[in-house]
């Protein structure tokens, strides 16, 4: 039985990470500190090879990528793009705070779409299309190993509705750069839509004697931890 290896990677840092403001849509590039602090992990940490690396559309997750795996031309899966914050993409909540419709929003858990924004239920809807995607496209061409470069919220999301151990989204929160493994097995993808997720990238080169040195019991150990 084949297993796959899918590596769910988070992009690097862009200075609205820094500013505090709501970037989904808008087409940031990583700033200067998020470049280097991939190179760093490139340089101090190994990332595991693969023979195919995918990618949303956007310059964060595409830069982060040619960083990462600067061998591979990403293949672009528009359905992962960032969720669409309408009007209030590229502001703060200082901004935002005071306003009738960003009270709503915040109110509502995110589920009343902002004015020229996403609406939810799609963003989720088009975000699993793009994942599926994405693994029967690996399956399709018995690519074993491959990364995807991921927006932080569906990365976490896509963890915790498909992975296994089943745990809520903010426990599969990553840093910038680094992210899980999900192991796929294309008899439990098809009749169950689940696979087991393990080993955090990058790893630690000098614990690394063996594929799984600290999988998903580490992830179960620190419980609350944010």
Known sequence: MITYKLFLIRHGLTAANFDGRYIGSTDL????????????LVRTREYPNVGRVYSPPLLRCTETAGILYPGHTPVLVDKLREYSFGVFENKTVAQLGMTEAFKRWSDSGMREAPLGGEDRQVFIQRCEEGFKWVLEDMMRSRMTSAALICHSGIMMNLLARYGYPRLEPLRWKAEPGEGFTALVTASMWQRAEVFEVVDPIPYHRNDRSEPASYGIYDVNKEEGSD
């Open 29 to 40: 590039p990583l700033c200067p500190e998020g470049m280097e602090a991939l190179k760093k």
